[in-house]
């Protein structure tokens, strides 16, 4: 019996991580660009995440809307669910220390989770929903040294997209330029006659609305249930510590490449495969605190 | 006090002995009931990944057993009454809640209890209190070995059952080379363990030594992957629950079907196959106690419960229902619902009931075995009806559904 650890099968499995590592780098950049913008840390995330499945499910109930039209709902919806909060709950913490805002956020993430089971359960029976992929992309395709889904190759691109674009605006555009500015220091940029508390809450709907985005992505291939943001999320804060606390490019390169880090890691040793982004990010604490894209509180 | 009180108070004394003496001793001779009632208390999942198989249903199942009981027994003075508390699926809440049952609820009776943990923990405190308890959701043959107790019985499946039925029906049918992925806590390893050594008791073999999953885990892919590469008869799923459905659904996402891998699978639920739709497990074997459109008598049972509580009922929720009914006989049959009187009638018992065919309660390792069946999923094209999963492929009769007495460590 051939040992199935080699060349290919590991080419196969770096190929293979780099859809987890979308589902990575979309949720981490979304809480990147909180980070940055909000300087809070966003715990409710992975909650929304799972919002933006079960809004997708919900739809489709409700409405028979399929995958397409909620693709582009769900995340507006659930960027909108995160701007009220914004408005209404975190907005009133920005004065107090950061673990006020820890608390409230996650209180949120049990809040919703209760209130996603208990509409789940009442009204649909169900405490685990199907979502079906979109007829385009069923199937599989031979990509020559590996047999892949299609709807899974479509992932790893909207993935790549989004955040391109997310990347682009931030960094190139003059939207972009505001929002760093407001980041870097809001009084000057407030003096200059910018309404920074504005920008805030839209920065704050766009990166929650990148995890809507990667919840609907999700629905498909994980099954739509409550929890399913609450595991994610622990790897995702792992990823962006490595990345770097608030770093736009750091958030999304380190996203792929733990996901590609982790596949491989289960690939060749099973039980190590969920201990192992928690590994590196000790050694990345150790040696890089700010991160391996980050800069030191001192350098800003 | 005067001489004629004093008459008065030994005559009454007299007729007191007189009428009262004999109708105590036939109390003792007809029932005796702690608080005048005998009380199911359903422990089980209320809330969680299980509530839909066992949970509320289950409490249901009870109760037509309670009612039904009462019907069949108008001479029976008692009463009877259910109740369902929630154990979350976690040992220590399972723990808790079966000491506050028998404790403050004053419960006669443990029944259900998914997840082996808890089903585990519930039984170690239901021995203290010398209360008999029926699992029926929980799979770990660790109930009628290392762990078993005098006053525990395991109803319905194990682990052991699961693994011999499909096992080496799979392998006897062609499907010789397996890849088993199973979730790395004691009820994916003792199933890993148990249906490894049915596929090679048949001549199968594994291409590949099994791999633990992390649990709960959402995305299978790697291991997928990995199956496509082996490229062996068939993929060995022993996950259950949520992480079962990710799994089938992943290998329906990658296409291993048509790539010649078949999927074997180690415990499955109705609400597994009504999650992802039929077709998803279309053509998979699975080994069942017991399931609602197996002959009439099943039929009519699932069309009462399915009135009662509005849903099919699944395979653990018919168990539930037995495992009461049984133990309210033993009741009647022990004129008591003293823990001791009750266990005594139970052991060696034998009986059949729509659920529990050609059932016998083992003396000596407290296994209720019956017949089991191994069926394959059909193809939602072939369903006749809403709920029509399963082709019956084969009975294995009672005596070899279960682990051998011989093999058993069980020692009370």
């Not at chain 2, 005098?150 to 799979?170: E, I, R």
Request: contains cysteine.
């Amino acid at each position: 019996m051939p040992a199935p650890v080699n060349a290919q099968f590991l080419l196969i499995q770096v190929f293979n991580g780099l859809v987890n590592g979308a589902f990575y780098a979309l949720l981490s950049l979304g809480l990147a660009v909180i980070f940055g913008m909000l300087r809070i840390v966003n715990f409710m995330h992975g909650a929304l995440y799972m919002l933006g499945a079960f809004v997708a499910f919900a739809l489709g109930q409700m409405f028979g809307l399929g995958f397409w039209p909620s693709l582009l709902l769900a995340p507006l919806m659930v960027a909108a669910v995160g701007m009220i909060l914004e408005r209404t709950l975190l907005s009133r913490l920005y004065s107090l220390e950061p673990s006020y805002n820890l608390l409230l956020t996650f209180g949120l993430t049990l809040l919703t989770q209760d209130l996603v089971k208990q509409v789940m359960l009442s009204k649909y029976a169900v405490s685990s929903a199907p979502y079906t992929t979109p007829s385009e992309l069923t199937g599989v395709v031979n990509l020559g040294f590996v047999v892949f889904p299609k709807y899974r190759l479509f992932v790893i691109g909207v993935a790549l997209l989004a955040c391109l674009i997310t990347w682009f605006i931030i960094e190139k555009t003059r939207v972009g330029a505001i929002i760093r500015a407001s980041t870097e220091n809001p009084v000057v940029t407030r003096s200059l006659g910018i309404d920074v508390s504005k920008w805030v809450t839209g920065v704050f709907g766009v990166g929650v609305g990148l995890a809507g985005l990667a919840g609907v992505l999700a629905a498909p291939i994980y099954s739509v249930e409550p929890y399913m943001g609450a595991e994610l999320i622990i790897t995702t804060f792992a990823v962006v510590v490595i990345g770097g606390m608030g770093s736009i490019l750091g958030s999304i390169v380190t996203g792929f490449a733990v996901g590609v880090l982790a596949a491989v890691g289960a690939a060749v040793y099973p039980p190590m495969a969920n201990t192992l982004v928690f590994v590196l990010m000790a050694v990345v604490l150790l040696v890089r605190p700010a991160g391996l894209f980050g800069l030191p509180d001192g350098a800003r | 006090m005067t001489r004629s009180n004093i008459k008065t108070l030994i005559a009454s004394a007299a007729l007191a002995s007189l009428t009262a003496l004999p109708v105590g001793s036939a109390l003792a001779q007809t029932l005796k009931l702690s608080n005048n009632v005998v009380k199911l208390g359903v422990l089980t999942d209320l809330s969680g990944v299980y509530s839909e198989l066992s949970g509320q249903g289950s409490v249901k199942a009870a109760q037509m057993a309670a009612q039904d009981f009462m019907a069949q027994n108008k001479s029976f003075a008692g009463k009877v009454q259910v109740i369902g508390v929630d154990h979350q699926n976690k040992a220590d809440v399972a723990s808790n809640k079966a000491a506050e049952m028998i404790e403050r609820q004053n419960v006669d009776m443990l029944v259900d209890m998914p997840t082996s943990s808890a089903a585990l923990a519930a039984s170690e405190i239901a021995k203290t209190k010398k209360i008999p308890t029926f699992v029926v959701t929980g799979a770990t043959t660790a109930l009628t070995n290392e762990k078993c107790s005098k006053y525990t019985f395991h109803y319905a499946y194990d682990n052991y059952m699961l693994a011999n039925g499909t096992g080496s029906a799979v392998t006897k049918r062609g499907g010789t080379s397996w890849y088993i992925i199973y979730p790395n806590y004691a009820f994916g390893q003792d199933l890993n363990r148990q249906m490894t050594a049915a596929i090679q008791e048949n001549k199968g073999k594994l291409v590949a030594p099994s791999d633990a999953t992390p649990f709960p885990n959402t995305d299978f892919s790697t291991y997928l992957l990995k199956a496509q590469t082996l490229k062996p008869k068939i993929f060995g799923t022993m996950q259950a629950g949520n992480d079962l459905v990710n799994v089938v659904k992943q290998y329906n996402e990658f296409g291993l079907r048509q790539q010649g891998i078949s999927l074997g699978i180690g415990l499955l639920f109705e609400t597994d196959v009504a999650a992802l739709g039929q077709d998803a497990f279309a053509g998979a074997i699975a080994t069942l106690p017991w399931y609602w459109n197996l002959d009439q008598r099943s039929r009519d049972w699932a069309a009462r419960f399915e009135k009662a509580f509005g849903k099919k009922p699944t395979w653990a929720q018919a168990g539930v229902y037995s495992a009461s009914m049984t133990y309210l006989q033993a009741v009647a049959r022990a004129k008591s619902d003293n823990g001791d009187a009750v266990v005594k009638t139970l052991e060696g018992y034998r009986f059949s009931d729509f659920f529990a065919r050609s059932a016998y309660i083992r003396p000596q390792d407290h296994r209720v075995i019956l017949d089991v069946y191994t069926v394959q999923i059909k193809p939602k094209a072939q369903a006749k009806e809403n709920g029509d999963y399963f082709t019956k492929i084969a009975t294995i009769p009672a005596a070899k559904a279960f682990m051998p007495l011989a093999e058993s460590k069980c020692k009370f």
